[in-house]
């Protein structure tokens, strides 16, 4: 098994990045039903990355920025407005169910709520062999080996595929989503909040399983967070998003040591830190506020705020793997 | 003297699983103008133990016993109509969800002024002025026009400032903020925690700070007690207790957090197998399952608490800094 997935990975074309998003936009509309004028909720707007293998790309920011709309829409699960998801060069946004079924054995997710996410009346062996079913992977002795390789990979006892959901604790059923995840073999794994709910002391050996896993199996992943901490111990790159706009993307390690966009210089400033000698300067960010019609949409919480930001949308400079939209850039 | 002064309490729930020991003879003490942290992770107890300081665990499901001391007075037992009294006016409290906290169908101003005429016994006109003053000191905008408003209609963090304003309206001694910025966004939470601290500063009150979050901790704190499955396991001066840990499960937390490094992939260190969840008393330390530390002594004896050096002390058989 192992072996025909490595050459189907270098069959399938090299030269394209494994996903492409591309001016992906999303609006809900909402109030219609009561007869009132309807409102337009700009969820995610004009929103363009890609990711490569074996690469993790975090998308990050805080409620409302449209990340987890974002996720689905790569998933399927959301139709956008406008835009393009491309897997290997191929569109995939306007499939119908029928032709987008496959593809779901190469895109999986793990959400934040472990509990929320498993049916509590299967036992975790049905959970977990469904996948294998489902897309005909596996049967009889076969499914049995994968399943004790796949909570193996996961750092679980196979004693534990007896169990239902409720009698494991949060971090065990998280290891068991993410082994469900990986069941059909994936390329790219969505994370959405996937360690944000988990205790301290079990959120690090979650976070060290995905680096591990993706190491040993060449997986992407998109890392969804709000955590800015948690994202330098996983993320190759980082895209920062703000009330549906991309505002920043670049590699982790130079956004984070050299933000240029306001906002991600809040957000990492904002972190508290574990450090007692080394307190946190006050915040120099405005209450936020509604968002403003024209402009940038951080203008009305910006400290370094001029005329020209309330007025014009900043366009994005740059490149589509390295850039920023702001009309005063810090760095 | 203390302001406050839990010593030795036990809490106990009955549970469909059976009794739960929630806490098991916690002790500590916050002196006036200070501020205390509590850290721990879900089922530490640290939330029980703030609950129960004012009585607000389910009655006739839980059961307590030690002493819960405040200004010299042990208001554990006290009767609901008397803890009342207390509750919003010496002793505040500001929780985690401030949607749940604040009563949906009543006015901003409605729900600060009752608590100014029930503890303050201003007139409705003073009790009216004295709230638009208290949405200004925690930084609301448009103070006369916020206390019209509903509470569906502020953000996340702007109803978490009119819980502070509520703590605030009964001129507090002792605050008690369990998990205040959990639920916010990072940018929101970093705005309420230099309030919280502005605040303290400005009003002279204790705070008891509890919450899973070192980051936040070391932010706010000026002594931490650290909780494990229902006991104190280390308390030390924040710097301290962060530069020099005495209790292996305190040095496994604080390798454990991510931290804001650009240096990416240094593993982080695991604190191997859960929280577990108490029914009897342990047979040795409740750690040691988990402990790189642990010996045939940790798996027999529970370690008791002692005081190392002053406001320093640990509940283990091996602490870390010796031999």
Redesign the interface.
């Known amino acids: 098994m192992a072996e025909r997935a490595m050459t189907d990975k270098a069959v399938r074309g090299a030269s394209a990045p494994l996903l492409e998003v591309e001016a992906l936009t999303k609006i809900f509309v909402t109030g219609r039903l009561w007869g009132g004028s309807a409102r337009r909720v700009r969820a995610v707007e004009g929103v363009s990355f890609t990711l490569s293998r074996g690469e993790t790309l975090a998308v990050v920011g805080e409620s409302g920025s449209g990340k987890s709309t974002l996720g689905r829409m790569v998933l399927g699960l959301i139709r956008p407005t406008s835009g393009e998801v491309r897997l290997e060069g191929a569109r995939i946004d306007h499939l119908p169910p029928r032709l987008f079924h496959p593809l779901r054995q190469r895109l999986q997710i793990v959400f934040q709520d472990p509990a929320g996410s498993f049916n509590p009346r299967l036992r975790l062996r049905e959970a977990l062999a469904e996948p294998l079913r489902n897309f005909r992977l596996a049967r009889g002795v076969e499914l049995e080996e994968r399943l004790a390789e796949l909570v193996a990979q996961v750092g679980l006892s196979a004693a534990l595929l007896d169990r239902y959901p409720h009698e494991l604790s949060g971090g065990q059923r998280q290891r068991l989503a993410i082994a469900r995840a990986l069941a059909p073999r994936p390329d790219l794994i969505v994370l959405d909040e996937a360690v944000s709910a988990l205790d301290v002391s079990v959120k690090a050996q979650i976070i060290n399983l995905l680096v591990a896993l993706q190491a040993r199996l060449g997986l992407s992943y998109l890392f969804i967070s709000h955590d800015m901490a948690v994202v330098t111990h996983i993320a190759d790159r980082v895209a920062v998003m703000y009330l549906g706009r991309l505002v920043e993307t670049g590699p982790t390690r130079a956004v984070f040591t050299a933000p240029r966009h306001p906002y991600t210089k809040s957000l990492l400033d904002a972190v508290p830190v574990p450090d007692p000698a080394h307190p946190r300067p006050p915040l120099a960010l405005r209450e936020a506020g509604a968002p403003p019609e024209r402009g940038c949409r951080f203008a009305s919480r910006c400290p370094w705020v001029i005329p020209l930001c309330r007025e014009t949308e900043p366009p994005w400079q740059g490149s589509a793997a390295n850039g920023v939209a702001c009309h005063r850039p810090l760095a | 003297m203390s302001l406050l002064d839990i010593e030795g309490i036990s809490v106990s729930f009955r549970t469909d699983q059976g009794r739960v020991l929630a806490v098991r003879g916690l002790s500590l003490s916050v002196a006036p103008n200070e501020v205390v942290g509590v850290v721990g ?2 089922g530490s107890g640290k939330s029980v133990s703030a609950l129960s300081i004012l009585g607000l665990l389910p009655r006739g499901r839980s059961e307590i016993s030690g002493a819960i001391r405040f200004e010299g007075e042990n208001i554990l037992g006290w009767p609901e109509r008397r803890l009342r009294k207390l509750r919003g006016g010496a002793i505040a409290m500001v929780f985690q969800e401030p949607m749940t906290s604040l009563n949906p169908v009543l006015s901003i101003g409605w729900q600060i002024g009752e608590v100014l005429r029930l503890h303050r016994g201003l007139a409705r006109h003073e009790a009216r002025r004295e709230a638009v003053e208290l949405l200004r000191v925690v ?1 609301l ?1 448009d103070p006369e026009g916020m206390i019209e408003a509903y509470p569906h209609q502020l ?4 109803r978490q400032r009119v819980m502070i304003a509520i703590a605030l309206a009964g001129r507090p001694r002792l605050l008690i903020a369990d998990e205040p910025t959990t639920a916010l ?7 309420i ?2 309030l919280l601290r502005a605040l303290q500063a400005r009003f002279g009150m204790a705070m008891l700070l509890i919450t ?8 706010m704190a000026a002594r931490v007690v650290v909780m494990y499955g229902g006991e104190k396991v280390e308390e030390a001066p ?2 301290r207790l ?2 020099s840990p005495r209790h292996p499960y305190t040095a ?11 240096e ?9 197998g ?2 577990p969840v108490v029914h009897a008393p342990p047979a040795g330390c409740i750690f040691a399952p988990r402990c790189a530390r642990a010996d045939e002594r940790c798996r027999s004896v529970p370690p008791s608490f002692a005081w190392q050096a002053p406001g320093v002390g640990v509940a283990c058989h091996h602490p870390l800094g010796e031999g």
Not at chain 2, 185 to 191: E, G, K, P, R
């Open positions: 992770e879900s930084g905008p953000s996340g963090g702007q966004d990072v940018t929101i939470q970093a705005q925690l230099d899973h979050d070192l980051g936040v901790m070391a932010e924040t710097a962060f530069a496994g937390l604080l390798g454990a957090i991510p931290r804001l490094s650009p990416r992939r240094d593993a982080l260190v695991e604190i191997p859960t929280v």
